[in-house]
């Protein structure tokens, strides 16, 4: 049954991804759109996942970039501005408020090897828990979030799995690789495309080997 709001925040693409500039510096021209090019990919195979995901009745972008705004509307999310701008756990929580009903979840925006079947088998086991969240692979960020009948009180950044085991939420593990692989950084790209990514990120394959060293 589709019952969960699914809130994925999505920054200005001028500041998202600032880690990655050294490898989408070598993309392409060189300009700017090679970067905004890769963050638009990872963020669209990370809405259309959830969007497919059969556990998922909406997914909710928090954004004010226009271009990212366009993209996820294409796939089939409802977006909302980021009126607090005042940060991401803001955004998220903007964003929950604004869900549907009471079962919300907050998903990273860069999760390009994730797959529908992982997010509903995580939001399956987050369902007997009033907060639950889902470590990153390397066990101190969070990629996955969720509250049911509860606030979702987001700890997102620097060590936020602590701070969500700290404030009551309880920690999932299984089997989605995909689901705790985020991309911040070059390997971490790396590591995703071993996983196998999105058709999005995927079509910028043949641009990034060289640069990512896949």
């Avoid at 905004?36 to 995901?53: K, Q, S, W």
């Amino acid at each position: 049954m589709r019952s969960w709001s699914v809130v994925v925040p999505a920054k200005r693409l001028a500041v998202a991804k600032t880690r990655l500039r050294p490898l989408t510096a070598a993309l392409g021209d060189g300009t700017p759109a090679g970067h905004d090019a890769l963050v638009l990919a990872l963020l669209a195979d990370t809405v259309a996942a959830a969007v497919a995901c059969p556990a998922v009745a909406e997914v909710v972008v928090v954004t004010d970039d226009p271009a990212a705004a366009e993209v996820v509307r294409g796939l089939g999310a409802r977006t909302v501005a980021d009126e607090p701008d005042r940060g991401l756990n803001p955004a998220l929580e903007h964003g929950a408020r604004s869900a549907a009903g009471p079962a919300v979840a907050a998903l990273s925006s860069d999760l390009p090897a994730l797959h529908p079947d992982e997010l509903a088998a995580a939001l399956r086991a987050a369902g007997g828990f009033p907060r639950a969240f889902v470590a990153d692979a390397q066990g101190t960020g969070t990629t996955l979030l969720t509250a049911v009948g509860a606030g979702l009180d987001p700890q997102f950044g620097p060590a936020s799995a602590e701070a969500h085991r700290t404030g009551g939420a309880v920690p999932l593990t299984g089997d989605w690789p995909g689901l705790v692989r985020d991309v911040d950084t070059d390997a971490d790209l790396r590591a995703a495309l071993a996983l196998g990514v999105g058709p999005r990120t995927t079509a910028l394959l043949g641009r990034l080997r060289p640069a990512a060293g896949a």
